[in-house]
C-alpha cells in the first residue's frame, strides 16, 4: 500500500513538474535555431539575449509594476471592505458577500470586455486618450479585489469580536485598536491575500488582453510572438521567475517555521 | 477632506486629460513627442548580435520616441482598432485586413509628400488589389506560401498543393490554423480565387478540407517549427519568410512552392489609423522604414522579402539570391493576392470553418440541451440541499 501512495505522489508531482523541467531545460539550450524540441548542446546565450531585448524587460517591467500597485492597492481596499462587510448583520452581510463573489465566478472574458466597454466610454468622454497604464492598474484592482475579501474574512469571523472593544475600554483610541489589535489578529489573511493578488495580477491574460491599450505586459507580449515563434528568452525569463518564486516560498516557510518553534517554546516557559 | 478627495479626482482628470493636438498637417515633425507602433510580433530588427536596433535608431534620428507594441493575427489588430480605447499610429496590416480598414474607414490617406522614400519601393509592388488606388498604404514586406517538406520520408516531387491530401502521410501533414489561408489552398485546389464571392465555392473547398481533415496531425502556426524540425511532422503550410531559418538549419527540410495551382502572394503593408494623434510623426517613421539600409536590417532580422531593390541589394549574398525569400518570375506571375471579402462571404467562411474545425457548427439543440441538464442537476441538488436541512432541522 506504501508503495503505491509513494507511486501515486510521484505520478502526480511527474506531471504537476514535467513541463517546468522541459522549459528550464531548454532554456539551456546552445541552438540558434530557437528550437524547442531539439537539443543541441548547453549554453547561456538566451539568458544573454534576454537581457539585450528592451522590449521584453519592459513588457517585464510593465507587469511587475501593475501587479505590485493593483496587489496593494486591492489589499488596502479589500481589507477595509472586509471589516466593514464583517461588522454588518447576518442579511446585509451575506447579500454584500454575493455580490463581491459574483466577479469571481464570472468568466475573465467577460470582465475583461465589459471593463473595457466602460473604460472606452470613460476615455472618449475624457477628450480620447488611449487605454494604458492607468486602466490596466484599474482592471487588475477590480479583479483581484474579491479574493483579497474571500481570504481575509475568515480571519475576522475568527476573531474575538469582544477584542476591538477590550482595548478601547482600555483607552486606545479606535484607529490605534485596529492597527495595534485587530490587524496583527488577521494579518496572516491579509498577506495571503496580497500574495495572491499579486500572482493573479502577473498571471492574468484575457482582462490584460482587452483592457491594455497601447500598453504591453509579459503575457500578451508572449502570445504576440505565436505567427513566428516564441522566442527561447521567454524560456530564460521563466526558468529565472521561477527560481525567484521558488526562494521566496523557501524564505516565507523558514520564517512561519521559525516562528511557530517560538510560539510553541513561549508558550512552555 | 472633501476638498482633498476633490484634489484626488482631480489628479486623475490630470492623467487622463487629452494631448492638445495642434493640427498635424502642415507642422513638421515634432521631436519629444511619443508615437504608438503595433506591428506583428518578431517583425522588426530590435538589435543584438550587432543589428539595428531600429526604434532606438529612429529616436535618435529624429528626436520621436517610438511606443512599440505587438500583435499575433490581423483579426486581433482589427478588434483593437474597431473597439477603441487604443490611439495607434502606426499599424501593419496584412493586404485583406488592409482593404477591410478602408472599407470600414478606419485608416486615413497617407500624404506621400512626407514620405519621400516611397520612391524606393519597387513599381510591382505599388497598388496592389487591396489598395487600388495605393493612397493608404505602403508595403513592408511581402512573400508567399509554400510547402515545407521532410526530404527523409517525402521523396516524390514537391509541386501541388493535392500531397497535403495523400494519404501516404496520413497523421504527418500540418495545416494553417486560419481560415483564409486554409480555405485558399483548397480553393486553389479547385481552381477557384481566393476573393471568391459564390458561396458554392466556399463550401466546396470546406468539402475538401473535411475530406483532409482524418490525415491532418494538427491545425497548427508557429509549432510547425519545432514539429517539423524534430521530425514530428513532415508536410507543412506555412509563409516563405518563415521558414527560411528553418530550411538553413535543417538539411533535411526543404521548401516548395506549388507551382502547379499557384499560390498566395502576401503583403504585410504600413498604415496609419483614421484620427491618428500624431499623424505627421507616424508619417516620418513610415519613411524612416523605407529607407534602404533599415529596410535591409529589418529583412535580415525578419526574414521576409522587402518590396525594395534597393534594400535588396544591401542584404549578404545568401539572402538577396534565396529562392525561397525571392522566388521565380513564373512563381508571382501565377500567385495571387487576398483582398477583402463582402460581410455576408466572410461570415460563410467564419462557419465552415468552426464546421471544418469541429466537424459540425455546434448545433444550437444540443447546446440547450446540455446547458438544461446542468440546470436541472443543479437545481436538484439545492432542492435537495434544503429539504435535508428542514428534515433535520424538526
Redesign the interface.
Known sequence: MKTVSKVYAFLVFLFLYAPIAVLIVFSFNG????????WSGFSLQWYA?LL????LLEALRNTLVIAVIAAAVSTVLGTAAAVGINGMNRWARRAVMNVTNFPMVNPDIVTGVSL?LL??A???A??????GM??LVLAHITFCLPYVILSVMPKLRQMDPNLYEAAQDLGCPPAASFFRVVLPEILPGVVTGLIMAFTLSIDDFVVSY?T?????TLP??I?????????PEINALSTLLFAAIILLLIVINLRTAKDGQEKTAGKER | MKKRIAAFFAAI?L?????SAASAAETPARPGVTI?V?N????LS???DGSM?VN?EFTRRTGIRV???????NESLYSKLA??????DVIFPSDYMVARLIREKLIQKLDYKNIPNYRYIDKAYRGGVYDPKGGYSVPYTWGVVGIFYNKKYVKEKVDSWKILWNPKYTGKILMFDNPRDAFGIAQKILGYSYNSARSDEWNAAAKLLEQQKPLVQAYV??QI??KM??G?AWLAPYYAG?AV??VR??PDIGFAVPTKEGTNFFVDAMCIPA?AKHKREAEAYINFLCEPDVAAANMEAVGYSTPESAARKLLPQEMREDPIIYPPEAVLRKAETYTDLPDDVSLQVDALWAQVKMGGAGQTVTLIAVLAGFLAVYIGVVVFKKIKRKRELR
Open positions: 541552438s540558434a535555431t530557437m528550437s524547442r524540441s531539439v539575449r539585450q531585448d528592451r522590449m473595457m473604460f472606452v470613460v476615455s472618449k475624457m477628450g480620447g486618450r488611449s487605454l492607468v486602466s482587452f491594455s491599450g497601447t500598453t504591453q500578451i507580449f502570445y504576440s510572438m505565436t505567427r513566428k515563434r516564441v522566442s | 482628470l492623467v487622463f486629460a487629452p494631448v504608438n503595433y506583428w510580433g518578431e517583425y530590435a538589435g543584438g536596433n532606438a511606443n512599440y507594441t505587438t500583435f499575433e493575427d473597439g477603441g480605447g487604443a490611439n495607434y502556426m508557429d517549427f519545432d524540425s524534430s514530428e518563415d531559418t528553418l538549419d535543417n484620427g
